[in-house]
């Protein structure tokens, strides 16, 4: 078999940030295997350059993980090992590790592992490579893949990108324009309250613009209640192909810092980005798409990585107002091709 298995183990946001690094990798003529959590497979499935996909749920990385089970790792292991991969670069945030998964993929016999690694890796690494500064997600991964010897190919500017065609959705939106409220993230410290979201797809809505929320089968009732008389709720009604699809037919999309925001910068749609600083902005905030950025970002749970509000009042996003949102709309409607204000 062999290839390269590259490796991100988080949300669907996360591993839409790892494309441009799966491209540069899939241009130089390997099999490119995938390696993704279970919350993730769904964005690996929509990545140009990726052969196969694999998912395992890393009880380091998972927000809710099982608990560790010898059987589980012994599995993992024998998986990759069949596998017979030539290499692997392993892709983490800044504040993760990638040590543990690369003991495990050397106990599975990959003879070449690179990744960011502040943390002395021993034997575990063959690339131990270093990034200084707050690079962007997109950036930061691109950058091991360059220096192991990957370049993006010719005509590729770095930007996110997913498979096309995408299905045709006008059933659902009916004809254009429109613009996408998506009020809901996976952590509730990065998304604005439920009255909060409300109001703002009401006052697009008086505006002029036709407006529809989005959302997961999970979230519909939070996708009811920000619709209300305002907007059409599609929660549940898409698959992640789907919800490309309504995001690519979008105006604008408005969304906090969550996966549809990078889903939205994959297409191309410009983002009113609502976002809270518990993560830094220069981080998460969407890459290399037309955006306006909201919130207060010295706001006192600034790179908390907090999951839920500690602040009372959730003074970041709830002291947007709907107003700021409207305007910041128009104004990516108004010059997409120089794309607002960062």
């Known amino acids: 078999m062999g290839g390269v298995l590259v490796v ?13 690094c799966v491209r540069a990798v899939a241009a130089g003529g390997e099999p490119v295997t995938m390696l993704a959590g279970p919350r993730g497979r769904a964005g690996a499935e929509l990545l140009p350059g990726i ?66 690694s502040e943390d002395y890796p021993g034997s575990l690494l063959d690339l131990r490579h270093r990034v200084h500064g707050e690079l962007p997600e997109s950036v930061r991964a691109l950058a091991l893949a360059i220096a192991a010897g990957y370049r993006l190919p010719a005509g590729d500017d770095g930007g996110l990108a997913i498979r096309r065609p995408l299905p045709d959705v006008r059933a659902l939106t009916g004809e254009t324009p429109y613009v996408v409220v998506h009020p809901a993230a996976s952590a509730p410290a990065r998304r604005p309250s439920t009255a909060q979201s409300a ?44 919800l490309a699809a309504v995001l690519d037919g979008a105006s604008v999309v408005v969304a906090p810092n969550t996966g549809p925001a990078h889903l939205a910068a994959a297409v191309g749609t410009p983002v009113v980005s609502l976002f809270a600083p518990v993560v830094s902005a220069a981080r998460w905030a969407p890459y290399r ?3 306006v950025l909201l919130g207060e970002q010295s706001a006192p749970c600034r790179d908390s990585r907090a999951r839920t509000c500690p602040v009372a009042g959730h003074p970041c996003l709830d002291s947007i107002e709907p107003d700021e949102v409207v305007a910041a709309a128009e104004e990516l409607m108004s010059c997409p091709s120089t794309g607002g204000s960062s």
Not at 8 to 20: E, M, S
Not at 96 to 116: K, N, Y
Not at 210 to 218: E, F, M, P
């Open 51 to 116: 052969d196969d996909v694999l998912t395992w749920c890393a009880p380091w990385i998972d927000p809710e993980p099982d608990p560790v089970s010898t059987e589980d790792i012994d599995l993992f292991v024998r998986t990759i090992r069949a596998r017979e991969f030539d290499r692997a670069l392993v892709l983490t945030s800044f504040h993760q590790s990638a040590l543990p998964l690369a003991l495990l993929l050397r106990m599975a016999g990959i003879p070449w592992i690179g990744a960011i």
């Open 199 to 242: 109001a703002m797809v009401a006052a697009l809505a008086a505006a002029g613009h036709r407006v529809l929320v989005t959302g997961g089968k999970a979230e519909s009732g939070l996708t009811a209640a920000v619709s209300g008389r305002h907007g059409t709720d599609l929660g549940g009604a898409t698959t992640l192909p789907e």
């Open 8 to 20: 991100r183990l988080d949300n669907i946001g996360d591993v839409l940030l790892a494309g441009p």
């Open 289 to 291: 798409v037309p955006r």
